[in-house]
């Protein structure tokens, strides 16, 4: 038996299509949410299968005690497709695991141990990544002993006070919060923060765990305000839902051997799966794409009924309502056949479909929402 940890709808996805998934009943779904923001070119793209299937014939596995030709490629080309020149790659297994290795590099060039993070966050649940997490619900003693503090986003003079201590040594934020809602960092907040970083000798580091490879139509979202981090983390689109996290370090900090390491982080098969994401992105010019469709989708949801807000960029947009969604959302799911994801704010519902969505596709999922809240609405009234 399973040590049950996740809260689950009884359906089982047997096969993946494009932008659907099918069930064992060969029920299909148009997938908008790409299981926690994870499929990026959509369910068995070709140059995923073919670079996968290629290399787990070539060699599926060999560890980081020999050279790795095909980390430094993939280092080379998100250098130039993400226009992050330079930046060192660290490759390991998740996103939680990329926080946490940023967070302890962090530590690692600072000297210091405290962590400032922002209401809503949410970085996983490991241990000093968990600490910065706004949610108690998840918390232990464990990670309760690293010494965290949280300021509400976008407070520049909140931010500013704890920082003038220069105690911190880093900086968590998300660009965009995911499971917070869609909340965005302003671009004059996050210039600001940098500053702050820089007089401070605190480490900056993005979270694009959820935000990165595309999903906001820049390669990174923080890329928006034109800044520098020390660090940025990525994970989930990265694999197209192969496993692999990584942290990306500023040329400015220089290695050092044995202070990172990880076992399986940037094997062979990773490597080409996330080499697959990185090339079609490029490719297929999905950059454009993401954030034209965004700007689409953002404007058709904006008008329909009971629709407070719309926010987020790209293919990463999260809808407010006045009412919780979860009735909403079991209705598009079971009979609109429209998966869609939900988040820590009981009102709103997430957008996260694969980048590689279609126009027409989209208009599916909104002339559903439509009906959705027709008859949602009468069971609220
Ligand atoms: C912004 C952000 N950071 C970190 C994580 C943790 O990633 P993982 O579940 O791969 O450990 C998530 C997962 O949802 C996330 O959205």
Known sequence: ??????????????????????????????????????????????????????????????????????????????????GIKDYQLFMCNSGAEANENALKLASHYT??????AFGKGFHGRMTACCSATDNPKIHTELNRQIDTKLVAL?????????????????????????????????????????????????FLIMDEVQSGFGRSGDFFAYQHSGIRPDIIT????????FPVGAVWVNPDHKPQKGILGSTFGGNQ?????AL????????????????QLGLWLYRELETLDDVQKVTGRGLMLGIHFDFPIKALREHMLFE????????????????????????????????????ALNTVKIGIA
Request: include cysteine.
């Open 154 to 202: 976008n407070d520049k003079h909140a931010t500013e006070e704890e920082l003038k201590t220069k105690e911190y040594a880093a900086v968590i934020i998300e660009p965009i919060q995911g499971i917070g809602g869609m909340r965005e960092a302003e671009d004059s907040f996050l210039r600001d923060l940098q500053s702050y970083c820089k007089a401070s000798g605190t």
């Open 111 to 116: 000297e210091r141990k405290k962590i400032l």
């Open 336 to 371: 609109e056949k429209v998966f869609l994801g939900s988040s820590s704010d009981p009102n709103v519902i997430r957008f996260l479909p694969p980048l590689t969505i279609k126009k027409e596709q989209l208009q599916l999922a909104v002339e559903a929402m439509k009906r």
């Open 234 to 241: 990525s994970a989930k689109g990265m694999g197209n839902g």
């Open 269 to 273: 098969l990773a490597c080409r799966a």
């Open 276 to 291: 697959a994401v990185v090339d079609t992105i490029d490719a297929d010019h999905l950059l454009e794409h993401v954030r």
């Open 1 to 82: 038996m399973l040590y049950e940890v996740y809260p689950k709808y009884d359906i089982n996805f047997v096969q993946g299509d494009g932008c659907y998934v099918i069930d064992d009943q060969g029920q299909r779904y148009l997938d908008c949410y790409g299981g926690h923001a994870v499929i990026s070119l959509g369910h068995n793209h070709p140059n995923y299968i073919a670079a996968v299937k290629d290399q787990i014939e070539q060699l599926g596995f060999y560890s980081n005690s020999v050279n790795m030709p095909l980390q430094e490629q993939l280092a080379e080309r998100v250098n130039q497709v993400a």
